[in-house]
């Protein structure tokens, strides 16, 4: 029993450093009002793992940090779309 408690702690160990933060920047081309930068950083705030969003209207452009083992970019892409906005990736920092 104790080898296999060891077993998974050293499996759970392995996989958090396989995580990783990732920052991306995405294209936000739709957005043209003062209420557009909420809707999106709202929306992106829902998906698990995000960890900070950055908004900025005038860029069309939202900076988001998230831990790559709970999310990906296609769910981020997903979260601006079903608010009415779909992203693209303009830059993937590591």
């Known amino acids: ?22 920052t991306v920047t995405l294209s936000v081309p739709g ?3 003062a209420t557009c ?7 992106l705030g829902k998906v698990d ?3 900070k969003t950055e908004v900025n209207l005038e860029k069309r452009a939202a900076v988001v940090t998230f831990d790559d083992a709970r999310t990906n970019l296609e769910a981020l ?17 590591k």
């Open 77 to 93: 892409n997903r979260a601006t779309g079903d608010a009415g906005y779909p992203s693209t990736l303009v830059e993937e920092k």
């Open 31 to 33: 957005m043209n009002c």
């Open 37 to 43: 930068p909420i809707t999106v950083k709202k929306a």
């Open 1 to 22: 029993m104790k080898k296999l408690l060891a077993g998974l702690m050293l499996a759970s160990l392995a996989i958090s450093a396989l995580a990783a933060t990732k």
């Open 49 to 51: 793992g995000v960890t």
